[in-house]
């Protein structure tokens, strides 16, 4: 069985049957027929059916943001938020997927050559619980529109979520089996990488899990796309804003909860303003009101489960172990839940889990540094390469970090880190290859065809 559990009360809301390797099979031999039927079919049908899924999404907000209240703490405004950007994704891709996959003609000698987009089959979708909506619509979406079929094993707690979507794929008009969610485990997930039928993989997940997926891919020789873990580092620079700097800072750190593999995570700050952006910062973080999802007064909810909780306030503890100080919160609150305060930590260095480690919740790393090089220098000391931020009023010098200086998917200057349905979004190093979102991911999971006429 699977256990929906609500983060806030640690009561199980609802269970849900696992599907049987029987069920799991009938379901991917079904994706894999319609898909034969499904290419076939017009963008202009495509994107009617997706223009109707996004107008169910907008009259099922307050009903999903509920549902994900429930199954990982989300609180409401940010349930609301997260559907109605995944409505934007689907009318993205519905407005936007025929011109992208158009035939490129190329001169060549030949009387006619050409690339054609030819979509590959069955793709399989390993998702995460953080952004239960977000994560998947934004592979849905373009998937679908480019006439692939899709396969969903989302995570074990929040398997409400998972056939929600599913629902909604339906009541838009897709036929049956063009989307479908697997009730099962992740040890089924390497049986169903294997399937015949499978013709590609979409992890979003941590790092450990995506080179588990990356080695079962290939050695079926099937692409895969991982967005993992991340460490994002924000500069804040001497010449920055520190009160825009402090407020975006905090947004990014504290944006569900902590738990985003973009969220702001390691704040390098020069020394000449370390003390006032630090002063700044603390107060954004400290204003913060933490409590119950379904309360219109939190601002953040709990974290997804108990065990994730403890996780974190561990690494914490081994941080100040070895010498970092807390600032602000760092205690679990005496209170029923998965609750956890924000947290400041300073004198973070190299060998204490917030350097080195990715914290997946509201636990921030400030870093002092003595100037702009020993700031890039900092930033790009990690493992992770997700996205990244710089805080200054030298727009020139701001945008010659981002694209030269920073090491990751996505740089930001003078914001914090966010996926947009318009650009590609994905990372480098342990945070994972490949890119989803725009033109760009749209064209992952197709046969780029050469066609040539002589």
């Known amino acids: 069985m699977l256990k929906s559990i609500n983060p806030v009360t640690n009561e199980i809301v609802k269970t849900y049957q696992k599907h049987s390797e029987e069920g799991v099979e009938k379901i991917i031999n079904s994706v894999d027929k319609i898909w034969h039927h499904w290419r076939s079919t017009s963008f202009h049908h495509r994107g009617q059916l997706m223009q109707n899924a996004a107008s169910i999404l907008r009259s099922k907000k307050e009903e999903l943001a509920l549902l994900m209240a429930q199954e990982m703490g989300k609180v409401k405004s940010e349930g609301i938020a997260e559907i109605e950007k995944c409505a934007w994704v689907c009318e993205y891709y519905a407005a936007n997927a025929e011109s992208f996959l158009e035939n490129e003609i190329i001169a060549t000698q030949a009387s ?8 590959l089959g069955a793709i399989l979708a ?5 952004f239960p909506f977000w994560q998947v619509f ?4 373009p998937t679908l529109m480019a006439g692939n079929t899709a396969v969903l094993k989302h995570a074990s707690n929040v398997p409400g979520c998972s056939m929600a979507i599913e629902e909604i794929f339906r009541e838009a008009g897709f036929p049956e089996n063009v989307f479908r969610s697997l009730m099962i485990g992740s040890p089924m997930v390497e049986k169903v990488i294997k399937h015949k039928a499978i013709k590609a993989v979409s992890l979003t997940g941590s790092t450990p899990a995506g080179k588990s997926v990356a080695a079962l891919a290939g050695a079926e020789l099937k692409k895969c796309v991982l967005e993992l873990g991340g460490s994002d580092p924000y500069l804040i620079l001497k010449d920055a804003d520190l009160e825009l700097a402090a407020k975006k800072c905090a947004a990014g750190r504290l944006l569900n909860a902590g738990q985003s593999c973009i969220g702001a995570k ?4 020069e020394e000449e303003v370390y003390a006032h952006f630090l002063e700044l910062f603390t107060h ?3 204003a913060a009101h933490f409590g119950d999802p379904f309360d219109e007064e939190s601002t953040m909810g709990p974290m997804a489960r108990e065990d994730l909780r403890d996780e974190l306030h561990q690494q914490v503890v081994d941080s100040v172990n070895k010498g970092a100080e807390v600032i602000l919160g760092g205690e679990i609150p005496h209170r029923k839940g998965a609750f956890y305060p924000p ?4 004198n973070v260095q190299p060998g204490m889990p917030a350097y080195d480690e990715e914290l997946f919740g509201p636990v921030a790393s400030v870093i002092k540094v003595k100037d702009q090089e020993e700031a890039i220098r900092v930033a790009n000391d990690t493992d992770f390469g997700l996205g990244a931020a710089v805080f200054t009023n030298n727009l020139k010098k701001g945008e010659h ?4 200086e920073l090491e990751a998917g996505a ?3 003078n914001d914090f880190v966010k996926s947009d349905p318009r650009l590609p979004f994905g990372g480098i190093k342990t945070s994972g290859f490949g890119r989803e979102l725009s033109v760009h991911g749209i064209k992952e999971f197709m046969n780029v065809k050469t066609v040539f006429v002589k």
């Open 112 to 119: 006619k050559s050409y690339v054609s987009y030819q979509p």
């Open 126 to 130: 390993v998702m995460p619980w953080n």
């Open 138 to 141: 934004r592979f849905a979406a």
């Open 266 to 269: 390691r704040f390098i700050v």
């Open 284 to 286: 954004e973080m400290n």
């Open 343 to 346: 947290t400041i930590l300073e």
């Open 401 to 404: 970090i981002a694209e030269i």
């Open 411 to 413: 740089c930001f200057v």
